[in-house]
């Protein structure tokens, strides 16, 4: 079946602009995970929900940051007044449960801002 | 001033031989840790995982060994090939925090035909 969907795979914008970002999960999963890559760097955790709510926000860097998922499937990614230093790799993943279980990543939103 | 984080540790083998890949993870209340492959362009690929209460573990080519009383796992590969050039991230999660994936920096696997 289809794996986990990120779109667009590329985005440039201007600073100060918004955004948002895409992410359909594998069907069937309930935990969707939201994390950022930098350039030579490992992810980091962003945010996650269990069905629709945000079950953990802790990593969003700043209040410019937020992450909806209104019927427990897509989830939306979404920047207000976007900095040069949001620019990295927006990561989504999903998986069939919490709990020690595969989660399987997408392959990513490149988002620069110039 | 120096750029931290661009410079991942990198690891060079030649083709057939095997490659071991080591990780020191943070948390000690970490209960369940992942391997991951990550190839340029695309997103962190699952290999193998382990819980904590396994200090080994293997599938195909790679096995998964975990020390908690150092908080150390590592990766070997047997028999590496080409395809499997690319960067190796370790993820831990914390107990009873919902399967939230805490990174490692990531080696680079270089593998040389």
């Known amino acids: 079946g289809a794996g986990v969907s990120q779109t667009p795979s590329n985005k440039v914008t201007e600073k100060g602009k918004y955004v948002e970002l895409r992410c359909d999960p594998i069907s069937g999963h309930t935990a969707l995970y939201w994390y950022r890559q930098s350039l030579g760097q490992g992810p980091e955790f962003l945010i996650y929900?269990?069905?629709?709510?945000?079950?953990?926000d802790s990593g969003l860097p700043n209040d410019r940051f937020f992450a909806v998922r209104p019927e427990g499937s897509v989830s939306t990614l979404k920047i207000q007044r976007t900095e040069r230093g949001d620019s990295a790799v927006y990561l989504c993943a999903s998986s069939f449960g919490t709990s020690n279980t595969e989660a399987f990543f997408g392959q990513g939103t490149r988002l620069t801002v110039v | 001033g120096e750029s931290v984080g661009l410079h991942l540790p990198t690891l060079s083998v030649q083709e057939g031989d095997n490659s071991i890949i080591n990780c020191a993870y943070s948390n000690s209340a970490s209960d369940y840790f992942i391997w991951y492959k990550q190839e340029s362009g695309k997103g962190p690929q699952f290999i193998i995982d382990i819980r904590s209460n396994m200090d080994k573990r293997q599938g195909q080519r790679v096995t998964v060994l975990l020390n908690k009383t150092v908080k150390h796992l590592s990766l070997q590969i047997a028999a590496t090939q080409p395809g499997d050039s690319a960067v190796y991230f370790c993820?831990?999660?914390?107990?009873?925090?919902?399967?939230?994936?805490?990174f490692g920096q990531g080696t680079e696997l270089s593998v040389k035909p």
């Open positions: 929900f269990q069905g629709t709510g945000a079950a953990d």
């Open positions: 993820a831990e999660t914390p107990y009873n925090q919902g399967g939230k994936l805490i």
